[in-house]
Structure formats: structure tokens, C-alpha cells
């Protein structure tokens, strides 16, 4: 399982969950919608049925803008 916590939001589109087998190249799993404007503390996981090595979250909000983040796994 992957999981995943922010402190608080600001138009937070959502979350790509990508995975990597070499550690370099990253594909899309999934998307896991955000919360949008939240200062609440927000928890998501996503449970990935072929376990990889090497993840990473691609978020985005509504301007378009992008940020990269390392799960706990």
C-alpha cells in the first residue's frame, strides 16, 4: 500500500501515482483525487496489485502547476 499525507490544500487537483521497475521511468497508475481548498489534514492511499520498488506522486492543481512527491510505502 501506498499512502500519503498532506497537512492542508490549496486547489489540489489530485495526485498521479506513478510507479518505476528502473528506478528512472516513471509511468501513471492512477489518479486519486485531492481535496481542493481543505487546511485540514487529508490521508490517501492506493493499494498497487504489482508491487515496484520505486514510486512517486506527480500532484497538480487547478492552475496547472505540478509538484513531486515521495510516498511512505
Known sequence: ???WQTADE????????QRSINGTDFKDLTFVLGKGTTSNQSSYEFIDEEWADEYQLHGT?????AWLLKPNM
Open 10 to 17: 490549496k486547489d489540489n487537483q489530485g495526485f498521479y501515482v
Open 1 to 3: 500500500m501506498i499512502d
Open 61 to 65: 492543481n487547478i492552475w496547472d502547476s
